[in-house]
């Protein structure tokens, strides 16, 4: 497992133009129409000490829906125990208004952080987006919209981006080596498992390690109702966006990819026009693609608002990890040939015009990461990658 010396910063993609679960206004009392729930805090840094229960959560109104968030506050690992990183959970919903009890997603050596989540499922993030449609969705990687959001509703930072102690194995998995005394040290010596409060895939749950004086949220999670979810409805004009099971290396060439989307399209019934979001060089990665409508990964979540344009698509909304049948793609990543979402690909970006395979590299996008390709990396032209297809 990597371990983490350095923090690495981002940008961030607004999400006001998405459409959100409908959200009972009966759900706490600092409700507002707009779907955020709880008013502005303020809350900065903690030490890690886990401070007594105000009283002001866990009572109130049954609630029929579990609501997720990461923590506005930072802690070191010494966060006493399980038991007391579920404290600041409980503490943090509270001072936002939110209803329920709240258990931190954490595990150590000997608990599973999904074990401790009871008989939960479905949640939405504090601004009604569906975070998991369900508990299977959860565990198996295929989130909605990432969990980058406080108790307050806004951004865990300025650029949606933060490291979080899980203490997990893969998503939620006990066992990890990791956890740092059982979250009660902050020797540096030592070292406790994070995940990415801007990702899906398995990366939100378990992405690296950092020592225990490190700081990090805490992912908090709804565990009273077991009240599945869903996206809302796609709008009529917008298109499916997915990722293909198969691979390719970088020398296949892109028509090669097209065709691997209308294959893999018309495998699962679908009709209409599939094209490999791949650029060549002289083109920019948008170029032959039509643009109008939301982007939707088959679950109805959106990648890609249509009231954007190329220029604000560095970032997505909701990473298009899914496969045609709604499955978790087994690629994290696929062949762009970019390095912005605007600029122009090159032979240098593009493995010669993905005819060599030989060439030392190219750049890949995340499929996991909003930061898809702001985030993104190389990869050696050798290697095998999916393909991501936009409907036209």
Same mark, same amino acid.
């Given at each position: 497992?990597? #371990?983490?010396?350095?923090? !690495?910063?981002?940008?961030?993609?607004?999400?006001?133009?998405?459409?959100? !679960?409908?959200?009972?206004?009966?759900?706490?009392?600092?409700?507002?129409?707009?779907?955020?729930?709880?008013?502005?805090?303020?809350?900065?840094? =903690?030490?890690?000490?886990?401070?007594?229960?105000?009283?002001?959560?866990?009572?109130?109104?049954?609630?029929?829906?579990?609501?997720?968030?990461?923590?506005?506050?930072?802690?070191?690992?010494?966060?006493?125990?399980?038991?007391?990183?579920?404290?600041?959970?409980?503490?943090?919903?509270?001072?936002?208004?939110?209803?329920?009890?709240? !258990?931190?997603?954490?595990?150590?050596?000997?608990?599973?952080?999904?074990?401790?989540?009871?008989?939960?499922?479905?949640?939405?993030?504090?601004?009604?987006?569906?975070?998991?449609? =369900?508990? =299977?969705?959860?565990?198996?990687?295929?989130?909605?919209?990432?969990?980058?959001?406080?108790?307050?509703?806004?951004?865990?930072?300025?650029?949606?981006?933060?490291?979080?102690?899980?203490?997990?194995?893969?998503?939620?998995?006990?066992?990890?080596?990791?956890?740092?005394?059982?979250?009660?040290?902050?020797?540096?010596?030592?070292?406790?498992?994070?995940?990415?409060?801007?990702?899906?895939?398995?990366?939100?749950?378990?992405?690296?390690?950092?020592?225990?004086? $490190?700081?990090?949220?805490?992912?908090?999670?709804?565990?009273?109702?077991?009240?599945?979810?869903?996206?809302?409805?796609?709008?009529?004009?917008?298109?499916?966006? $997915?990722?293909?099971?198969?691979?390719?290396?970088?020398?296949?060439? #892109?028509?090669?990819?097209?065709?691997?989307?209308?294959?893999?399209?018309?495998?699962?019934?679908?009709?209409?026009?599939?094209?490999?979001?791949?650029?060549?060089?002289?083109?920019?990665?948008?170029?032959?693609?039509?643009?109008?409508?939301?982007?939707? #990964?088959?679950?109805?979540? !959106?990648?890609?608002?249509?009231?954007?344009?190329?220029?604000?698509?560095?970032?997505?909304?909701?990473?298009?990890?899914?496969?045609?049948?709604?499955?978790?793609?087994?690629?994290?990543?696929?062949?762009?040939?970019?390095?912005?979402?605007?600029?122009?690909?090159?032979?240098?970006?593009?493995?010669?015009?993905?005819?060599?395979?030989?060439?030392?590299?190219?750049?890949?996008?995340?499929?996991?990461?909003? #930061?898809?390709?702001?985030?993104?990396?190389?990869?050696?032209?050798?290697?095998?990658?999916?393909?991501?297809?936009?409907?036209?």
């Amino acid at each position: 497992m990597p #371990r983490l010396h350095h923090v !690495v910063t981002c940008g961030l993609l607004g999400c006001s133009s998405v459409a959100c !679960v409908e959200i009972d206004p009966s759900y706490g009392e600092s409700y507002s129409p707009s779907g955020t729930m709880g008013p502005a805090t303020g809350s900065s840094t =903690d030490t890690g000490s886990s401070g007594a229960d105000d009283g002001s959560a866990g009572s109130g109104p049954a609630v029929d829906l579990n609501v997720a968030f990461v923590t506005s506050a930072q802690y070191t690992a010494a966060l006493g125990g399980l038991a007391g990183a579920d404290e600041k959970c409980q503490m943090a919903a509270g001072s936002a208004g939110l209803p329920g009890t709240f !258990v931190a997603w954490l595990g150590d050596a000997s608990t599973s952080a999904a074990g401790r989540l009871g008989n939960a499922s479905g949640w939405v993030r504090t601004d009604g987006l569906v975070f998991a449609t =369900d508990r =299977d969705a959860l565990l198996s990687g295929r989130a909605s919209y990432p969990l980058m959001l406080t108790e307050t509703g806004t951004p865990v930072s300025g650029n949606g981006f933060a490291y979080v102690f899980t203490g997990a194995q893969g998503i939620g998995g006990a066992g990890v080596p990791d956890d740092c005394g059982s979250w009660s040290s902050t020797d540096p010596a030592q070292y406790g498992q994070l995940g990415y409060t801007d990702a899906v895939g398995g990366w939100w749950s378990s992405g690296v390690s950092a020592p225990c004086d $490190f700081m990090a949220h805490l992912f908090c999670l709804g565990i009273d109702a077991d009240a599945p979810v869903q996206n809302p409805a796609p709008a009529a004009d917008a298109r499916l966006m $997915f990722e293909t099971t198969g691979t390719i290396t970088a020398d296949a060439g #892109r028509e090669v990819a097209d065709q691997m989307c209308a294959d893999e399209a018309g495998a699962a019934g679908l009709s209409g026009t599939f094209l490999a979001l791949m650029a060549v060089p002289g083109e920019a990665l948008f170029d032959r693609h039509a643009l109008g409508g939301d982007w939707v #990964r088959p679950d109805g979540a !959106v990648v890609l608002p249509g009231s954007g344009s190329p220029a604000t698509w560095g970032q997505v909304l909701s990473p298009p990890v899914l496969d045609v049948d709604g499955g978790l793609a087994s690629s994290a990543a696929f062949w762009s040939g970019v390095v912005s979402s605007t600029e122009a690909a090159t032979d240098a970006t593009t493995c010669m015009g993905w005819t060599d395979a030989t060439a030392i590299e190219s750049p890949i996008a995340w499929t996991l990461l909003i #930061r898809w390709l702001e985030g993104q990396g190389t990869a050696t032209c050798e290697g095998a990658r999916g393909v991501l297809c936009l409907e036209q």
